[in-house]
């Protein structure tokens, strides 16, 4: 029985072992080359160049070491961002907002009464032209008509329609109340006068604002906004300008645009500053004061400068140029990127010599010590497509 335990206790230590040993063998293999080179003691590269040569893996000088980060590369000198034709426009039509099928009014010495009507106005702003029409069946003395206990018409009646009588708009209110009466008989106080009415309404011009605003939007990518040199707004407005008002743009809440446009030419195109616009989510906002816009061939424009990244810098000493030409020392460039499966590809500006990559290795290393120069270095990372540098270094390594 104590040895099938000992047995098992070494079957488990033996298991347990293996496990280590494949963590630690995994370990060292994804970890850079150069860090797995010095744990394993290897002083020799193991590491060809684009140049053929071996490569020792114990750095004796660290020259550069930079973070670059993202780099963005952009093909085009302009991107468009065109928007859907797009169409605002505020609609004015006549709306009953009061009626009363029949009024009757009278006025005697002793007794008076008149016809009441209350009315609403809820949207006082685009509400315009109200009108009280009616149909006089019967009358005998002056129509009276008080909006809101102000007097607003005294005129002799007559039967049939009348001319419509304009309400003023400085009386109106969201709730409205509407008298209409009769003068009073006067010296013939056994008289009693009386008015009689059908159809009344009030009518009123309402326009409709649901479609007087418009809003699109388009998305701005960080490497355009950092690199755009002029934007602009390009559009063709098709219009009647006899019965528009004035149209309206706006981006992310700055007015761009304010006028009446030449209708159906195409606009010339208007420049704002690109400081507007940010990055990711941008809203163009299109209004009308009044009348029908259709807006077509919509589109924002940004221009760009020219890209220019960054040029790092380092020293070689009299002493290591003589090294490196004695082919006692050597230099190596790497860059460790951080995606592990796309491809890179750009080109590395050293000291005026061009040197092309295209790896889908998460770390590249090129020699390039027969390009070295005494005293100041200038290095540059020209991508092909956008790339994420962790970390880029220049390294003195002994042969």
């Known amino acids: 029985m104590f040895t099938h335990k000992k047995k098992g206790q070494a079957a488990g230590a033996a298991v347990l072992l293996a496990i280590i040993a494949g963590l630690l063998v995994m370990f060292i293999l994804f970890i850079p080359p150069a860090d797995r080179a010095e744990l394993l003691g290897d002083e020799t590269s193991g590491t060809t160049t684009s140049s053929g040569t071996t490569t020792t893996k114990v750095a004796e000088k660290v020259l550069l070491t930079q973070n670059p980060g993202k780099l963005d590369f952009i093909s085009q000198k302009e991107i468009e961002h065109p928007l859907p034709i797009t169409t605002v426009f ?3 039509e006549p709306k009953l907002i009061g009626e009363k099928p029949t009024a009757y009014a009278k006025n005697g010495a002793f007794t008076e009464e008149t016809s009441d009507l209350t009315f609403f106005v809820p949207d006082l702003k685009n509400t315009n032209n109200l009108l009280l029409h009616f149909n006089v069946k019967a009358v005998e003395g002056r129509i009276i008509v008080h909006l809101n206990d102000e007097l607003i018409y005294e005129k002799d009646g007559k039967v049939g329609n009348l001319q419509p009588i304009k309400l003023p708009i400085a009386l109106i209110k969201q ?3 509407l008298s209409i009466g009769v003068s009073s008989p006067g010296a013939v106080f056994w008289k009693t006068n009386e008015l009689s009415l059908e159809s009344v309404k009030i009518l009123a011009d309402v326009t409709n604002i649901e479609a007087q605003t418009a809003k699109n939007i388009f998305l701005i990518s960080n490497a355009e906004k950092q690199n755009m040199k002029t934007v602009v707004l390009r559009f ?9 008002g004035k149209l309206h743009i706006s981006i992310n ?3 761009i645009y304010g006028g009446i446009p030449d209708c159906d030419l195409p606009m010339v195109p208007i420049e704002f500053a690109p400081n507007i616009l940010n990055v990711g989510e941008n809203q163009v906002i299109l209004s009308t004061e009044k009348g029908t816009y259709e807006l077509s061939q919509l589109l924002i424009r940004s221009r760009l400068q020219d890209i220019d990244y960054p040029t790092y810098y380092f020293e ?6 003589n090294a490196v030409n004695d082919d006692n020392r050597r230099i190596r460039l790497t860059m460790d990127f951080v995606d592990v499966i796309a491809t890179k590809r750009g080109n590395i500006v050293y000291n005026g010599h061009l040197r092309n990559f295209d790896t889908k290795e998460v770390s590249y290393t090129i020699d390039i ?3 070295i120069v005494r005293g100041n270095n200038a290095l540059k990372i020209n991508p092909k497509k956008t790339l994420e540098i962790r970390e880029l270094k220049v390294e003195l390594l002994k042969k």
Do not use: A, L, R, W
């Open 90 to 92: 505020t609609k004015t």
């Open 175 to 177: 709730s409205n109340k």
């Open 236 to 244: 063709q407005p098709h219009c009647n300008f006899d019965t528009v």
């Open 253 to 255: 809440g700055k007015e």
């Open 316 to 321: 070689i000493s009299e002493e290591q140029y």
């Open 369 to 371: 010590s027969d390009d």
